[in-house]
């Protein structure tokens, strides 16, 4: 069974471009994740989605950052545009949505982006 | 708010040997779930063991094993008989669960195992 997989590995973007990232849960897991570490920082979570809808974006910094999940598969996280303080790597992961608490969140690679 | 903190930002073991992580948490909630979370060198993040806070007995996984302080909000990680491929980042991290079922990570524990 394929992991999470995200898309592109790494991103050198100038500041004030627009950058898209991509993740590709583990097929048949509703819940999607997107968590973000800035250097030496701790990872810090942006938003939730249950299939296609939003169920938690509390973590997300600002309106330069829009994600979707059309059709509750895939997911994008767009920065338009890009500052310098984006820098850092993005993490997306999925799981299975169950009752009774939390399953376990499987991870993909990251994107390391890095703004300059 | 809660919040996830890992004093140790670095730590090492000579293989073989045995090595504790630590964590504390702070959180006003009665229920929810702890992580360790272990990153290899250029690889995916993992699982490595979880427990939920109202379960007393500590969890373990083959080789992991946890002390959690459920009082003292301490969650500490042991891991024995280190091997080289334990080598890694370990996150801690916390879930409350019922409202939302989002990750609160500490900032990371990086651990060298030396032959």
């Known amino acids: 069974e394929a992991g999470v997989t995200q898309f592109p590995s790494h991103s050198v973007i100038e500041k004030g471009q627009t950058v898209t990232l991509r993740c590709d849960p583990i097929?048949?897991?509703?819940?999607l994740y997107w968590y973000r570490r800035v250097m030496g920082k701790e990872i810090k979570f942006l938003l939730h989605?249950?299939?296609?809808?939003?169920?938690?974006e509390s973590g997300m910094p600002n309106n330069r950052f829009l994600a979707e999940r059309t059709g509750g598969t895939y997911s994008t996280l767009k920065v338009q545009p890009a500052e310098l303080e984006d820098s850092g790597v993005y993490f997306c992961?999925?799981?299975?949505?169950?009752?009774?608490?939390?399953?376990?969140?499987?991870f993909g690679p990251g994107t390391r982006l890095t703004v300059l | 708010a809660q919040t996830v903190t890992q004093s140790q930002p670095e730590m090492s073991v000579q293989e073989a040997e045995t090595v504790t992580l630590s964590c504390t948490y702070d959180?006003?909630?009665?229920?929810?779930?702890l992580f360790w979370y272990k990153q290899p060198p250029s690889r995916q993040m993992i699982l490595v063991i979880r427990?939920?806070?109202?379960?007393?007995q500590n969890a373990t996984e083959n080789r992991f094993s946890v002390n959690f302080q459920k009082a003292a909000k301490s969650f500490s990680l042991k891991i024995s008989d280190s091997q080289l491929g334990d080598t890694a980042m370990y996150f801690c991290?916390?879930?409350?669960?019922?409202?939302?079922?989002?990750?609160?990570f500490g900032t990371g524990t990086r651990l060298q195992v030396f032959p």
């Open positions: 992961a999925s799981s299975p949505l169950i009752a009774g608490g939390p399953d376990t969140q499987y």
């Open positions: 097929s048949g897991h509703d819940n």
């Open positions: 989605f249950v299939k296609e809808s939003k169920q938690d």
């Open positions: 959180t006003s909630e009665n229920n929810y779930y």
């Open positions: 427990q939920e806070a109202y379960k007393q």
């Open positions: 991290a916390f879930s409350e669960s019922y409202n939302t079922d989002k990750l609160i």
